[in-house]
């Protein structure tokens, strides 16, 4: 199983230099390596065989090119061989419909990164803290919030310059264990239905609210605004925009750690997840609301769902979203409401329940029926709900703010139990 840990770099104003510089070197080469890649004819081989043909020029490039002495040598051929992957990439958005071009010149602002593969890098302890040693480099000191396993095994380190002037450490780790199997017939089983004004709405009766990003957005709303009254390429330019990109960087960790803590949640908790499987793009194209359906991120939760379920042993069902919210969850006949009509009411068996309620049962029931789980056909049966939850007594749903699950160590993220939630 191949994992990613991502640490903060501590680097002094000389290791920046020369992190920088090193990233510059790369940046170079990858334009010469592109250079010498259009001249390639297509027919000349395979597109990793030509790519291959241009990473083994680089000790001849050596000769002339003294620079590339100075950086480790895998340094230099991941840089080329990243041209192998962007083609791939654009290849990838062909296939899917999109116009593409071709691969350009990457400008200074462009290439935030240079990769270690399989040697050159460790982890050491020096002067009583832990530092990352790269060859050819420094002895750069890393922020270990987080130990790796010891059954791990390092693969590659991939080091990376972010808008706001800081740089990271993201590890690519082998571990020599399998992931577990999802159990044949999965005995907890939730569906869930995302939403802006509360973010996910599951079977269980549980409602998770929206993280609240109003006063990060004041903040970025206002930076903004001095940014846009400095003159462009001077000193106070760039520092005004090093707050910019710290302000995004705020709205960005705040919400990829609720992403992170509910999907976790939801992957252990549970033997089967059935979710949505939304075209945010679309709906992005709409003219009311967009804003705040790219602030929800429903396509991250999703891609970390998938990839948590799959190391927890969870099966993952990404369902048809069409219908989910019109079906009744007991009858199935299809009624139609708008959208502020919160409350869902089946003229035809009279089963009422909230409207995002109704949907998550849609929701599990098609769920199972992907993963070819049988399940009943009855109507659904009222979660029995925590002593102590905070519970709207019209709808019978626990609401659980989105503060509880972004705080470190939160009942909610750890156990169902009405003992963990009472307290």
């Known amino acids: 199983m191949y994992y990613a840990y991502k640490y903060r770099l501590k680097p002094s104003d000389a290791h920046c230099e ?5 990233r510059d070197i790369c940046r170079q080469l ?27 020029e680089i000790p001849s490039l050596k000769d002339w090119w003294g620079d590339l002495l100075d950086v480790y040598s895998t340094v230099l051929q991941t840089a080329v061989m990243r041209i192998e992957q962007n083609v ?59 130990a790796i396993p010891d059954d791990a095994t390092l693969k590659q380190v991939t080091l990376k310059k972010e808008p706001t002037g800081e740089w990271f450490a993201t590890f690519g780790v082998e571990m020599d264990r399998e992931a577990p199997e999802p159990p044949e017939s999965p005995e ?8 802006i004004c509360k973010y996910a ?16 957005r004041e903040r970025l709303e206002r930076e903004q605004r001095k940014l846009s009254r400095k003159e462009y390429g001077s000193n106070n330019y760039e520092k005004q925009r090093r707050r910019v990109a710290e302000c995004h960087a705020d709205l960005r960790r705040k919400r990829r750690d609720f992403l992170h803590k509910l999907s976790a949640y939801y992957a252990r908790e549970y033997d089967l997840v059935a979710v949505e499987d939304l075209n945010v793009k679309r709906m992005m194209e709409s003219p009311s609301n967009s804003r705040n359906t790219a602030s929800a991120a429903w396509r991250t939760f999703l891609s970390m769902l998938i990839y948590k379920c ?18 009744c969850a007991s009858c199935g006949v299809s009624t139609d409401k708008p959208l502020w009509v919160r409350e869902h009411s089946c003229p035809a068996c009279g089963f009422e329940a ?31 709900l925590p002593t102590g939850a905070d519970v709207d007594d019209d709808l019978s749903f626990r609401l659980v703010p989105a503060k ?20």
């Open 201 to 216: 709405h599951d079977t269980d009766g549980t409602a998770v609210g929206s993280l609240d990003h109003s006063d990060e």
């Open 310 to 327: 799959e190391r927890e042993g969870t099966h993952f069902a990404a369902v048809n979203p069409s219908g989910t919210t019109k079906e």
């Open 30 to 56: 990858y334009n010469h390596a592109l250079y010498r890649f259009n001249q390639v004819p297509e027919d000349t081989g395979t597109l990793n065989q030509r790519v291959r043909s241009i990473r083994d």
């Open 18 to 22: 020369e992190l920088d510089r090193h």
């Open 404 to 423: 509880r699950v972004v705080e470190a160590g939160s009942p909610p993220l750890k156990e169902r139990t009405a003992s963990a939630v009472s307290e």
């Open 188 to 195: 907890k089983c939730v569906g869930i239905d995302v939403g």
């Open 354 to 384: 909230d409207r995002d309620a109704n949907a998550a049962w849609n929701i599990l029931s098609r769920g199972l029926e992907d993963v070819g789980v049988g399940h009943s056909e009855g109507t659904p049966v009222e979660t029995a």
């Open 88 to 146: 791939k990439s654009l290849g990838g958005l062909k296939d899917n419909g999109h116009g593409v071009g071709q691969l350009k010149w990457k400008p200074p602002r462009e290439f935030r990164s240079f990769t270690y593969s399989q040697s050159g890098f460790k982890l050491d302890k020096k002067g009583g803290q832990t530092v990352l040693s790269l060859s050819k480099l420094a002895d750069i000191p890393i922020r270990l919030h987080r």
